[in-house]
Structure formats: C-alpha cells, structure tokens
C-alpha cells in the first residue's frame, strides 16, 4: 500500500476519534483532556493528512519504503502521546512515559520526513503536476 493511502485513511480515522473525544469535553464540561485532544487532531488529523498530500504529489516516494516508515511511525506516536497527555491531564502521573516516549516517536517521524523531503527536492524528483498531460 501507498504511504499516502495510509496517511488518508488513519487521517479520517483519527479526527472522527478526536471529534468525538471534543464532543465528550463539551458535552460533560469537563476539559481537562483538552490538551490531548488538541494534540490528537492536530497530529493525527491535520499533519497526516499534509504527509499524504506531499506523498501523493510524489508518486515515487510514495511507494518507497521509508516513506511507509514515516507515516508508520507517526500513527503510533500519535496515539502513545494522545495517550499519554490525556492520562497526565486527567491526573494519572503514569501518563508522563507515554507522552515522552510518543512525543519522541513524532519527532523522530518528523525528521524521518524533513529528510524524505530535502532529498526528494534536492534530486528533483518528479512530482505529480509534473507528470500531468498539458492542457
Ligand atoms: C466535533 C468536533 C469538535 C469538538 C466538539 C471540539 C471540542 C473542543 C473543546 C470542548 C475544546 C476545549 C476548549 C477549551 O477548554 O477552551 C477544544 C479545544 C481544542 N480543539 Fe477541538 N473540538 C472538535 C474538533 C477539533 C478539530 C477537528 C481540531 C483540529 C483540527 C480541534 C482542535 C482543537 C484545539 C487546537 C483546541 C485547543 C484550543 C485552545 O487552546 O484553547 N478540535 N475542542
């Protein structure tokens, strides 16, 4: 499978889960997993919905191996620190490892893509608008 298909499908999945999770703080009043949520959507939502979109415009890298790596690692690192944050701000202290340990899965997946993308756009890789037929 396409790096970019996974990143669309977790994406929807993950702001469906987030959305709801939104719906829960307002409905019952309680905040305090604001921070998680936000991190949850933001994350999971918006940032792996952008990988997907770069992915796809670069068909090649799209079905490369470290692409898929990325992507990997960002979902499981989302969900560890979405985990973890929301853990420590409902006032469970076990939460901290868990949001350490996501928090520096993400990172890593970030600068997994930060150098995906220098390489990719140093060798001037086709891109899709690229390869499109001219009007
Ligand atoms: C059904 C959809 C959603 C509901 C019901 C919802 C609900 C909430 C609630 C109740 C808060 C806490 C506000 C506060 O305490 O000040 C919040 C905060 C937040 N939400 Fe959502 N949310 C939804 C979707 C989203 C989505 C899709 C995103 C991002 C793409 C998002 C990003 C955020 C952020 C960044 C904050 C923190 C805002 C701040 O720092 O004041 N939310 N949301």
């Not at 890593?108 to 001219?134: I, K, Q």
């Amino acid at each position: 499978m396409k790096a970019s298909s996974v990143s669309f499908q977790a994406a929807v999945v993950f702001v469906i889960v987030g959305m709801v999770w939104g719906l829960i703080m307002a409905i019952s009043g309680d905040h305090s997993a604001m921070p998680a949520h936000a991190h949850l959507n933001l994350l999971g939502w918006v940032s792996l919905f952008l990988f997907g979109i770069y992915y796809r415009l670069h068909p090649l890298l799209d079905r490369h191996r470290s692409a898929m790596t990325q992507v990997g690692l960002w979902i499981v690192g989302t969900v560890v620190q979405a985990v973890g944050v929301g853990l420590v701000h409902t006032g469970h202290e076990s939460g901290e490892p868990f949001a350490a340990v996501g928090s520096l899965m993400v990172l890593a997946s970030m600068l997994l893509f930060a150098w995906l993308v220098f390489r990719n756009e140093r060798a001037g890789l086709p891109s899709h608008s690229a390869t499109a037929p001219a009007e």
